[in-house]
């Protein structure tokens, strides 16, 4: 299963390296900046256990809750991450004298963002690393157990914005096969009327420092050249486009 895992997310990197710009956010998230939220229900990669005495079911799947930081300027977003999930066992002739198996994640997060050209999609790609606690409760005696142990998972997913803060997010990897909920955005520049993505339309376009043709050139695009809008108020929009960041005339704008 790992084996699987880490050929699809090679897939999901190489692919996103071949039709995405590696260098930027998508247009949902503009600039950075954001903090993003994350909450729902999952499905581990161990979900059953059978023996000839006894059986184990997931009694609570797992509940997450991902908070994470847009870093600016860069498609990074770093974080938290913390999960709750339970099984129970029982004997096959005794389902009262059952048990229970509690297990609780909390570590980092962190996720690459692919800047594909969808204003209202964010696909991405990640790690985490933390502590998996587990403790025993239930038939005869309750215990913290000493297979609590580091633990360390990759995945990749999608958010789905139907509005400027709020959305659906779907991820899979290990330890989770899948993850599915409700995803916020607060704050940052993606999304709403001062998001989107354009295209240069003069051979030559000045990147200035301020909003004003008296501001100093930062930067120069070239025809074709696609930009980030990160401030569509007035004239002078404020725009990233790479590396450069600053201020353009809208006119020389077309929307891609």
Do not use: C
């Amino acid at each position: 299963m790992k084996k699987l895992l880490l050929l699809l997310l090679i897939f999901v990197i190489v692919g996103g390296s071949v039709f995405a710009d590696m260098l930027s956010y998508p247009p949902a998230l503009g600039n950075g900046g954001a903090v993003l939220l994350d909450f729902g229900i999952g499905w581990t990669w161990y979900s059953w256990a059978y023996s000839w005495l006894s059986s184990s079911r997931i009694a609570v799947p797992p509940i997450y809750l991902d908070t994470q930081f847009a870093i600016p300027n860069i498609p990074l977003s770093v974080g938290l991450s913390m999960a709750y999930w339970q099984y129970k066992t029982s004997y096959w002739w005794l389902e009262d004298y059952a048990w229970r198996d509690h297990y609780l994640f909390i570590g980092a997060k962190a996720d690459w963002h692919f800047g594909f050209d969808v204003n209202v999609i964010d696909f991405y790609a990640g790690l985490t690393l933390g502590y998996n606690a587990y403790w025993h409760s239930g038939y005869y005696y309750s215990y913290y157990s000493t297979l609590s142990s580091l633990h360390y998972g990759a995945h990749a997913g999608i958010h789905f914005y139907f509005t400027p803060v709020f959305g659906a997010m779907a991820e899979v990897g290990y330890p989770f096969i899948i993850k599915a909920g409700a995803s916020f955005k607060f704050g940052g520049s993606g999304g709403g009327s001062s998001g989107g993505r354009y295209v240069v339309n003069s051979d030559t376009l000045n990147v200035r420092s301020g909003p004003s043709a008296d501001n100093a050139v930062v930067g120069v695009l070239k025809r074709g050249d696609r930009v980030d809008v990160l401030n569509n108020s007035g004239t002078w929009w404020e725009i990233k486009s790479g590396s450069i960041r600053g201020y353009v005339n809208s006119s020389y704008l077309a929307r891609n």
